[in-house]
Structures are given as structure tokens and as C-alpha cells.
């Protein structure tokens, strides 16, 4: 079998956390179930480029329990769990090209080799994969059905590209799903993009200023984490409702010149490239710590602080110090790469489940309905939605109330009013 993984000895730990997420995954378990016996997804080939970690693991194996054979590089260079690779082709026989801390050149050849089974599917989480057969494997094209893709960056991506008119086959924004965004972008974002941080820095969050840029889904979460960790909570954003919100959320709202002086620790959120760039530098405060929890890492200018630097090392794992001409110290954790990620696991497995219960039961549908839909971006069927969200709270044993009769019926009239 073709793999290109750090090391096949490390499998054995790599299984155990795959296990161990599995147990926070009851939705995408109860799908496995119904995979295994109908096997809707045989014959199917999958290529998916996603985030290696213990709960795309417990993804792969329901999409092979489902009858597809499927191929599975990582979607950043710096998040694949090494022994959770490893785990997949040991035990699973699924091949995995992916290696924590790979460069750029084995990054994208990771790329081409999840795509060497010609697929009729592909599963993106920023949409490099998509890209990349657009631009680089345009034969392979002709036998994709369609696509699901991940996150709000890679949504972006593929807006455009419909826009445009370049994009050749549908694609499902699993991102857009009610139980996708609001529960991973927020609380899952939130929780362990503070995670990292911590991990990476130790620092003490309760009275220092944590500067938020960007409040969408994540930004959202993130700043209310922090919130509860004691810091003293500053939003950026380029967004006069949402920056409204985060104003009517309680927190202090700024531009980020204004920002940068007062900032212990600088988050951004946006999904736009050179956020935090020279002119912020400049204005910050000795020892901050900058930090990137959106999809790429271009949010932070690394360029222009390189250039204005004295002198850089390595402090600690993770955190790259900077020493700039008059003697201040900026600290940039993970290369600017998804802090969450990078320093500590990703979202954990309670959320990832309803993610990946829509990437699985999107998968299922593209299945059903691909061939016949427009080359455009959709959203994932709110009867989908819906369903994820009924296993999930029953999961948890939390039962709601029901609609009288009385109160459908009035629902649906008009004539009733004052
Ligand atoms: N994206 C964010 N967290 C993730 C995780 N734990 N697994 C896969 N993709 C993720």
C-alpha cells in the first residue's frame, strides 16, 4: 500500500487516541453503524485533505466502513498527529500522506498522491485539493461527482472560483451547516485555540488584554474564552454589524492601531491576509505574543517583521521570539500557523462529531444527487442539519418539548392578531 507517514511504529498510541475520540462521537458512530450494514459508498473513491487528528481518523473509517476506498493527505503542514497517521495504515489500511512539520514542495506532493486513485469525490478543509485539480490534474475532473469542503476559508475559495465560473464540479460548504459553524467555528475554535496558547506559552490569560481580530463564528469564540479566563477583551474588525455585536457582547471594540499599544496577546480570526503587519509592530508593547487561529498563515506579516528584526530564536516550542532595533521583543507562536492546531489538538471530538457527520452524510448525498447538480457551491440540506442536531442532544439524553397541535396550527395562520 502507498503511504508517506513520519513512522509506522507509533501507530499503537495513535490507536488509542483515535479510540479515545471515538467515544465523544456518538453521531458520526451511529452513521458508521448504518454504513457498515447498507454499504451506500461502495465503489466510491474518496480523496480528502483534511486536518490528520484522532477525529478525521474516526471520519476515514466511516467512510471505509461505508464501502469507499479512500486516500487521505493533510490539509497544513504543521497539524497531522503522527501517530494518528500512522495508526490509519497500520490498522486501517488507509493510505496517509502526511508528516507534522512537513515543507511546502512534500506538502503539495502529499496532495497529488491523494489524488492518484483518480477519485469521484473530494472532502477539502480550505480547498487546496480543489485547487489544485483545477490548476494542476484537470483530467481528473471528468470523473468527480462533487466536493465537500470544510471551512470558511476554503467556502471563500470556491465562492470565487464559482463566481468566476471556473469551478467544474458542485461542491457542499459543510462549513455553512448550523451544526457545523456554530458549534466547531465557535466553541470548538474558541476552546482550543486558548488551548494552544496556553500550551505554547503558559501564560497566565487573567488580566492581560487579549486583542481579537475578526468576529465571525471564530472570533466569537475565541474572545468569549478568553473573556472567561479573566483577560480584558479587545475587538478588531473591518465589519460595522459585527463589530456592533462584539460591542453589544460586552467588550471594548477599536481599530487595531489603536489596539496594538494596549495588546499582551494578539489573535487573529479573519481569514484576510497582513492583518497585523508593520504599522502594528511598530506600536506594540514588549513581550507580546502574536497568534494565528484562521485557516493559513498569512493573517500575520511575517515578512515585514523579519525585516525590521535584530535578531530571532527560538525560545520555546512554538514560540519564535523577535528582537526589534530599540530592544522590544515580540513573540510569534507556530510559525503563524493555526495556533489550535499546531501547538495543541484541534477541536476536540464533542464538535468535531457534528462536522464530520456532515462531511459523511454529505458525501452520501453528493452520492445520491451529485450528477445532477449545478457546478456551484451548496449548502448541506437542512434536512441533514436538523437530523445532526435531533442525535446529537439525544446522545447527550437531553429531551425538548413539542408543538401542540394547538400551536401548529397557529403557526401556520394569519388571521390571529391583536
Ligand atoms: N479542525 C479543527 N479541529 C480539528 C480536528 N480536531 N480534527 C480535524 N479538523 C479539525
Redesign the pocket.
Known amino acids: 500500500m502507498d503511504y508517506d507517514i513520519k513512522d509506522l511504529a507509533l501507530a499503537g498510541a495513535g490507536r488509542l487516541r483515535i479510540e479515545w475520540a471515538g467515544r465523544s462521537m456518538p453521531v458520526l458512530n451511529k452513521i458508521k453503524e448504518r454504513f457498515k450494514k447498507e454499504q451506500p459508498l461502495r465503489g466510491l473513491r474518496i480523496s480528502a485533505c ?2 490528520v ?4 481518523a474516526n471520519l476515514m473509517t466511516v467512510l471505509k466502513a461505508g464501502g469507499a476506498e479512500v486516500r487521505l493527505a493533510a490539509s497544513n503542514p504543521l ?1 497531522t498527529q503522527d501517530e494518528v497517521a500512522a495508526a490509519l495504515v497500520k490498522y486501517e489500511k488507509i493510505p496517509v500522506f502526511a508528516i507534522k512539520g512537513e515543507d511546502n514542495k512534500t506538502y503539495y506532493r502529499h496532495l497529488h498522491q491523494a489524488l492518484a486513485h483518480e477519485p469521484h469525490l473530494t472532502m477539502d ?1 480550505g480547498a487546496d485539493l480543489v485547487t489544485t485539480i483545477h490548476e494542476k490534474k484537470r483530467q481528473l475532473i471528468k470523473n468527480i461527482i462533487g466536493g465537500t469542503e ?2 470558511t476559508t476554503g467556502v471563500i475559495r470556491l465562492r470565487s472560483m464559482a463566481r468566476s465560473g471556473v469551478l467544474s464540479y458542485p461542491i457542499i460548504a459543510v462549513n455553512d451547516a448550523l451544526t457545523k459553524h456554530l458549534f ?1 467555528n465557535r466553541y ?2 474558541g476552546q ?1 485555540s486558548i488551548d494552544g496558547i496556553l500550551r505554547a506559552t503558559n501564560i497566565l490569560l487573567a488580566g492581560l488584554t487579549v486583542v481579537v481580530c475578526g468576529y465571525g463564528w471564530c472570533g466569537r469564540g475565541v474572545a468569549s474564552r478568553a473573556r472567561g479566563a479573566g483577560a480584558r477583551v479587545i475587538i478588531c474588525e473591518v465589519n460595522h454589524l459585527k463589530a456592533l455585536e462584539a460591542l453589544m457582547d460586552g467588550y471594548e471594540v477599536k481599530p487595531l492601531r489603536e489596539a496594538a499599544v494596549e495588546g499582551n496577546v494578539f489573535i487573529t480570526v479573519t481569514g484576510n491576509k497582513n492583518v497585523i503587519r508593520l504599522e502594528h509592530f511598530k506600536r506594540m508593547k514588549t513581550g507580546a505574543i502574536i497568534t494565528n487561529a484562521g485557516h493559513f498563515n498569512v493573517e500575520v506579516d511575517l515578512t515585514s517583521l523579519n525585516k525590521i528584526s535584530v535578531r530571532r530564536r527560538k525560545i520555546r516550542e512554538y514560540v519564535e521570539e523577535y528582537q526589534l532595533p530599540d530592544g522590544r521583543l515580540l513573540h510569534v507562536l507556530a510559525e503563524g500557523r493555526l495556533i ?2 499546531a501547538a495543541a ?5 464533542m464538535v ?1 462529531d457534528m462536522s464530520f457527520a456532515n462531511q459523511a452524510l454529505s458525501v452520501l448525498y453528493l452520492k445520491e444527487k451529485g450528477k445532477n447538480l449545478e457546478k456551484k457551491v451548496f449548502p448541506v440540506p437542512e434536512t441533514i442539519d436538523r437530523e445532526i442536531a435531533r442525535l446529537k442532544l439525544s446522545s447527550m439524553g437531553i429531551k425538548i418539548d413539542h408543538l401542540t397541535p394547538e400551536q401548529k396550527k397557529y403557526l401556520q395562520a394569519w388571521k390571529e392578531g391583536t
Open positions: 483534511l486536518h487528528t484522532s477525529e478525521t497539524s478543509d470544510e471551512t466547531d470548538g475554535t482550543s489550535n492546531l489538538e484541534g477541536h476536540p471530538a468535531m
